[in-house]
């Protein structure tokens, strides 16, 4: 890779459109940008006063009632002599109140009714014996419910014991005894009922006081303790979107922009020239990464007004890194793939609802515990809220996407060659080339399989998902070998599908030993990566993941030397004979390839059921 | 110059070139015809490093295909013109001037000394608004942005008009007395003739016959031997007050001669006429030969 070329195409991809758009449009376009970057994070967490001034009140300084209406922006504030239902809706004369008789006037004093609830709330927490200010206090918290299916069918008929659980003021920051505003510990599922209405709004849903928060958490008035919700993470959602919003638009341009590399043959020049394609790639990758990233920095900066913390925007940045390059090395993956741009609309989109759902479910739940830190926006979440995050979880949280991103642009730089580009090939036969580009040898072959860990645990995850409601419909004996099914499945392919394209690419010499050699790599590879994902896990964040903790929860302590041996052993040798298999099938043509692949994944099933029956799962 | 032994491509199950073997020596022009599908474009692809052979070897002025040091020795035009149409043609010329570490002083000199002998004019237009032979004159720039000692032309006078296209075709004989070493294919067999030194026909994916052009209408092509004689003999044509027979070897020639002494006459003139390279190239398209 050569950084000036690479560097030199990513100013041509920048500029190139250059020739379209006149100096005024940029300039007017990206103030625009910048004053939206600006306002749209402001106007996200301060919200938009629509209503300020709409209630006219005459009133004067030395009225009791004057710094409740001067603190509140609904009402503007007039001179008391002047015309009560013209110019003013509301007149104070000493502790009297003349409302006009307008409907006007009669909303000004209900507003007045909550201005003052407010006003005296706030001059309560200003109290120093809090104790007397706030007697009563009511911590509500909120517990997981352990066993769904119970609380479900009980829910059903009887009272709901779901809020049951341990009333546990102690978890998460929340504390309306300090009069503080609670907003950012929103999400903790701690709610103080003594601190009165500015509790913030995503606390206040809870008790079904009503706002954005409360909407959304679809809570209600009655405010009785059966219909108390947790708290809905409002300041959570409103931040994950921020950052994952950007990208979506950013994968639209960058998507189009490598499709039309494709159409009309224009980007085959290139491919002449001397660089190479990941110069290219790199190249015209750079400005949109550099655009996510940029705005990333400016949302995060933003958010933190006036008092920004270099540091802090540094963390978002670095967290946002790893998922927009996410989103570009699938939004490129999906172009190479692609055969028109109405296929691009369909991969765009995929990729839009797949990796947003994935970025920003998780961050908005951030205290769901540290299944939430599978998403890098989770780290950019915590941050702004203040809470502290260690190297491993950061670790935890951007490793995986950066990996798999680069797993994704390695795949699509392997098609990035003119008889891929500008071809209808189909799609499974580009499949095998994009595979075939990375495997030149038995070292690269066990690379490969390695690199393509994080795929198989998503895509093994995202099987036992859709399989989990079999287990609802029926008995553990049948839907726990269908999931093993989908597992041998998944990770056969894996071990074998590159071997079979290096195979039709002609990359790995004919015979018996070749091929098991070839074979025996990939399976060293598989294994060694998945030994890897887990000690990394159960390093990374020993205490919180539920694999480390069922792990350490057996009560058993280390196992014994010659079951420890045996359990390195056994998968390893598994996976190096089902891969050499498969590789030895491959070797030969598309049918002894299937049919060996076959064999593997049974014997692979074999193995797995008979370790799940000696566990006792089934 | 250029290396090409026991060519193979193929695509999925298709073979697309099969043992084409040829080689091209510095300064000469080396034509390629062939019908549609007979595999010229892949060659040529496949010697400006596009595409990967799936056997065979390709050196470009000692470098092996796809290389970089033989792409900065290489410029390649492709049938289509690729250009990326919101730039200009100087920016467009400039861009790829610094891909080929062109320094900036030589690269503004050369596009603007090729863009003048191109005669092109309105070089701050965006490509898009240009003409098709405009877009081709600055394809043709392109490709010699890095000064290159190859020149790989892929019908560079493809679906132009005919002004336009002479003036292609004129230039690229102007590069061939510069000493550039060319390898063109072209559809049309006359600009082959006009301009190429040796001359490859592929069919089916194999070069079927190659060499100069004579070498290639003696070889494949048929002489006719055209006797005029001052009396009329069997299947004779009266032309200008002779009589013109037409046999196809030179003992016919000789039996012409003995049947007009015996009817009391002579031979006066005897002319040849050899097959051109289009009949030369249907009867080996036609008849699939193999060399």
């Known amino acids: 890779m050569n950084p000036r070329k690479l560097l030199r195409i990513a100013r041509w991809e920048i500029t190139k459109n250059a020739g379209g758009v006149d100096r005024r449009t940029v300039v007017v376009g990206a103030l625009a940008l910048l004053a939206v970057g600006v306002a749209a994070p402001y106007a996200a967490t301060s919200g938009v006063t629509v209503d300020s001034g709409i209630y006219r009140a005459g009133v004067t300084n030395s009225s009791d009632y004057y710094p409740v209406v001067a603190e509140d922006p609904t009402f503007a504030v007039r001179e008391p002599s002047a015309a009560l239902g013209q110019d003013i809706d509301l007149r104070f004369d000493g502790l009297a109140i003349d409302g006009a008789p307008t409907s006007k006037a009669a909303a000004a004093q209900t507003e007045l009714r909550s201005s003052v609830r407010a006003y005296n709330n706030r001059q309560m927490r200003q109290e120093e014996n809090q104790s007397a200010a706030f007697p009563v206090q009511v911590s509500l918290g909120y517990a997981e419910r352990t066993q769904v299916r119970e609380v479900i069918s009980t829910s059903a008929g009887q009272d709901s014991t779901g809020g049951e659980g341990s009333a546990n003021g102690t978890q998460g920051g929340g504390n309306g005894t300090d009069g503080e505003p609670t907003a950012r510990n929103g999400t903790d599922g701690t709610v103080s009922g003594g601190g009165g209405e500015n509790i913030g709004d995503a606390a206040s849903s809870a008790g079904g006081v009503g706002g954005i928060a409360g909407r959304l958490a679809g809570g209600n008035a009655s405010g009785t303790p059966a219909d108390i919700s947790p708290p809905f993470p409002f300041q959570s959602l409103v931040l994950a979107f921020l950052f994952v919003l950007p990208l979506n638009f950013i994968i639209q341009a960058y998507g189009s922009t490598m499709l039309s590399e494709r159409l009309k043959r224009r980007g085959e020049l290139l491919l002449v020239a001397p660089v190479s394609r990941f110069d290219i790639i790199g190249g015209k990758t750079l400005p949109y990464l550099s655009a996510a990233v940029g705005i990333a920095a400016v949302i995060a900066a933003a958010l933190e007004l006036p008092a920004v913390d270099p540091v802090s925007v540094g963390i978002s940045v670095l967290a946002v890194t790893p998922i927009a390059l996410l989103f570009l090395g699938a939004t490129f993956v999906g172009a190479m793939f692609a055969r028109s741009f109405k296929e691009l609309t369909f991969v765009t989109v995929t990729v839009t609802v797949s990796l947003t759902t994935y970025a920003f479910v998780p961050a908005i739940f951030t205290d769901a515990g540290a299944i939430a830190l599978i998403s890098p926006l989770t780290i950019i979440v915590r941050n702004l809220q203040g809470q502290a995050i260690g190297l491993g979880e950061i670790a935890f949280s951007l490793v995986p996407p950066l990996l798999t991103a680069g797993v994704l642009f390695t795949l699509g730089a392997g098609i990035y060659r003119e008889e891929d580009m500008f071809t209808q090939r189909s799609i499974p036969l580009k499949t095998l080339d994009a595979l075939a580009a990375r495997v030149r040898g038995k070292w690269t072959v066990g690379l490969t399989t390695a690199l393509l860990i994080p795929f198989v645990l998503v895509a093994e995850l995202l099987g036992v998902a859709v399989l989990y409601m079999l287990t609802l419909v029926f008995p553990i004996e049948i839907s726990v070998p269908m999931v093993l099914v989908v597992v041998v499945v998944i990770e056969e392919a894996a071990k074998s599908l590159h071997v079979y394209a290096g195979y039709t690419h002609r990359r790995f010499g004919s015979g018996l030993r070749p091929a098991l050699v070839i074979g025996t790599f990939s399976g060293l590879g598989f294994f060694l990566a998945e030994k890897l994902s887990l000690i990394i896990q159960l390093v990374g964040l020993p205490q919180q993941l539920p694999s480390s903790q069922a792990l350490f929860a057996t009560g058993t302590g280390l196992p014994t030397i010659p079951l420890a041996i045996g359990l390195l052993l056994a998968p390893l040798a598994l996976h190096v004979v089902t891969a050499a298999i498969s590789a030895v099938g491959a070797s030969r043509n598309k049918r002894a390839y299937a049919t060996a692949l076959v064999v593997a994944m049974a014997i692979h099933f074999v193995y797995n059921y008979a370790v799940v029956s000696i566990s006792g799962l089934i | ?291």
């Open chain 2, 1 to 291: 110059m250029i290396e090409v032994r026991d060519l193979r491509k193929e695509y999925g199950g298709f073979t697309a070139v099969e043992g084409s073997t040829f080689s091209v020596d510095a300064g000469e022009v080396y034509g390629i015809i062939g019908p549609n599908g007979a595999g010229k474009t892949t060659t040529l692809k496949m010697l400006a490093g596009l595409l990967e052979p799936t056997a065979g070897d390709v050196s470009v002025a000692g470098h092996d295909a796809g290389t970089n040091e033989m792409r900065r020795r290489l410029g390649f035009l492709p049938e289509e013109s690729p250009l990326y149409e919101e730039m200009t043609p100087l920016s467009y010329l400039g861009f790829f001037a610094d891909l080929y570490d062109v320094d900036d002083g030589v690269a503004d000199r050369r596009i603007h000394d090729t863009l003048d002998e191109l005669d092109l004019e309105h070089r701050e237009r965006q490509l898009g608004d240009m003409s098709k032979g405009m877009k081709r004159k600055v394809a043709i720039a392109r490709s010699l942005i890095n000064d290159p000692d190859v020149l790989v032309y892929d019908e560079p006078a493809s679906g132009l008009d005919p002004l336009t296209t002479n003036y292609v075709i004129d230039f690229t004989s102007s590069l061939a007395e510069q000493g550039k070493t060319i390898v063109f294919s072209a559809h049309n067999l006359y600009h082959v003739e006009s301009i190429c030194d040796r001359i490859a026909i592929m069919n089916e994916g194999r070069v079927v016959a190659q060499g100069p052009l004579e070498d290639l209408q003696a070889k494949h092509g048929e002489t006719e031997y055209h006797v005029f004689t001052t009396v009329e003999l069997p299947g004779s044509v009266q032309e200008n007050g002779r009589y013109r027979t037409v046999v196809d070897s030179m003992d016919g020639v000789e039996g012409v001669r003995t049947d007009a002494q015996n009817a009391e006459g002579s031979v006066v003139d005897i002319r040849t006429e050899e097959s051109s390279l289009e009949e030369v190239f249907l009867d080996l398209a036609e008849s699939g030969a193999k060399t």
